[in-house]
């Protein structure tokens, strides 16, 4: 079905991960910058920004932590984003072209993985954010079920959002682009005479035991939130049209997740001020309670409206393209009927994850899983997009969401097993090497002094590993464009014949 014109944005989104016409590619690489954005500029990053602190960084230290991991995490996210132009579809089925259209439900897994983590970071941040408004604003009485209330009707409103689908979710993006970003900057002159510019933390200097695992630990929190959207990237940019593509929409990605400082910044001084004012909240990491303590009450209402469109644009944002690719996963279900599945099992799991276990404990665990386990994919995605020389072949990648078999991207039985344990062999020693302290460390994680290599180890090995794949076997040359493979020249050799199962 084409529409030809750009729908409203109250209408329910007619496609799942088939891919989308030219004439209904209506978005350009501004939106996907206004959905990036939007969906980072909320609580849910502000709450990220708060760790260099509790970690024990001084405040020199921590924004320079969050630069480092903001720009890294940019940098690595940016080239995710050239897929969904060339395939019209999300990044899960386009990995199909390098793990296999049947390997590549290990992207949809991925994706649901940050989609449960995020949604609940939203919802959490945004719940604990109306109640202790609510509270200090109306004298409201705080408990666990009128927390749980306002989980409750955050969670439902995002699932709301994303039944709708893209164009709500643009339209909800974009005020959160320009409301919550004017609600930041208001908040930076709430809180501007209370700032110790000069906090000092726990460590005196960089030579201090324990401090370059507390900096690089925190860089990892931080760079977490732009490797989160390596796996959604392609829900937005497929609707941007092929020759619009490229650079201009690896830029857009770009500039999105280096905006987000903001909302990062934003956590990280506000932060500094809760632990020498509230410092019953800083021990507790209350960091909502003890902000909202040291809150000037004008300032009050603005919050509540940050947590209630900052929670809606970060969860959207991560709920929709799970429900979007899990519709392909169970043919059976429709991308509504899919949102709703996976809706309610991460409302779930959202109860579970807050009241169960602790919030600290929650999202370190989390972020990590998100790095190690996205990071060697997203790599072994563009060093596969440099071998193949960005050339696709979309009617293929879509033979397993058709009830098919065979084509270019068959392989065995629909998996690539050497691109798979590849990422299996990465993701796994990479989470050895994890040492956020206090929180997580792998069992690899007390070497190197200490300090987290885990990053390095997510992209260098899948790198060199599926590199050298490439370099040393043999793909048809159906699979590649005039120009030809660039590691290994591609043979004259039969692909399989598509045929329904």
């Not at 060199?464 to 040393?472: C, G, Q």
Request: hydrophobic share 50%; with cysteine; aromatic share 14%.
């Amino acid at each position: 079905m084409s529409t030809n014109s750009k729908p409203k944005m109250t209408d329910i989104e007619i496609y799942g991960v088939e891919s989308i016409p030219a004439a209904d590619r209506t978005s350009t690489p501004s939106d996907l910058f206004k959905i990036a954005f939007g969906g980072a500029n909320s609580f849910a990053t502000v709450l990220l920004g708060a760790f260099p602190i509790f970690f024990g960084l001084s405040l020199m230290q921590g924004l320079l932590a969050t630069l480092l991991g903001v720009v890294v995490g940019s940098a690595i996210l940016a080239p995710m984003a050239v897929f969904g132009p060339i395939n019209g579809t999300n990044n899960a089925v386009s990995s199909g072209a390098h793990f296999g259209v049947v390997g590549r439900v290990l992207g949809s897994y991925l994706s649901l993985l940050t989609a449960i983590a995020f949604y609940s970071i939203a919802v959490w941040t945004a719940g604990d954010a109306i109640v202790g408004g609510a509270v200090q604003l109306f004298g409201w009485h705080d408990s666990k079920v009128f927390r749980g209330f306002a989980y409750g009707i955050m969670a439902l409103l995002i699932l709301a959002v994303c039944i709708y689908g893209y164009q709500f979710m643009l339209w909800i993006n974009k005020i959160a682009v320009t409301g919550a970003s004017f609600v930041l900057v208001l908040g930076f002159i709430a809180f501007s005479g209370k700032v110790n510019w000069h906090y000092v933390g726990s460590f005196k200097s960089t030579a201090s035991v324990g401090f370059w695992p507390a900096f690089l630990g925190s860089a990892f929190i931080v760079l977490s939130n732009p490797i989160s959207f390596g796996a959604f990237l392609g829900d937005w940019s497929r609707y941007i049209p092929r020759d619009s593509g490229g650079m201009r929409v690896m830029k857009a990605a770009f500039l999105s997740q280096i905006a987000s400082l903001l909302p990062f910044l934003f956590g990280l001084v506000t932060t500094a001020v809760v632990a020498e004012k509230a410092p019953d909240s800083f021990k507790n990491f209350d960091y909502v309670g003890g902000m909202l303590a040291t809150t000037p009450s004008w300032f009050l209402l603005p919050i509540l409206l940050l947590a209630i469109i900052g929670g809606m644009s970060t969860g959207s944002t991560s709920l929709y393209g799970t429900g979007l690719d899990f519709s392909s996963v169970f043919p059976k279900l429709s991308r509504v009927q899919a949102t709703i599945f996976i809706g309610i099992i991460s409302i779930v799991l959202i109860f579970i994850g807050r009241f169960g276990y602790n919030l600290v404990t929650s999202v370190t665990t989390f972020v990590t899983l998100i790095i190690v386990c996205t990071t060697p994919w997203m790599i072994m995605m563009m060093v596969g997009f440099l071998h193949r020389r960005g050339h696709y072949l979309s009617d293929d990648l879509q033979v397993f969401n058709r009830g098919q078999k065979g084509g270019a991207y068959w392989f065995r039985n629909g998996f690539n097993v050497e691109a798979l344990f590849i990422w299996i062999f990465s993701a796994g020693l990479s989470l050895c090497f994890v040492n956020v302290p206090g929180q997580f460390v792998g069992v690899l994680g007390s070497h190197f002094n200490g300090l987290d290599i885990s990053l390095l180890v997510a992209v260098i090995l899948p790198a060199v590993l599926y590199w050298l794949t490439l370099k040393f076997s043999s793909e048809p040359a159906a699979i590649h464009g005039e120009l030809g493979a660039r590691f290994r020249p591609a043979v004259d050799m039969p692909t399989a014949p598509i045929v329904k199962k």
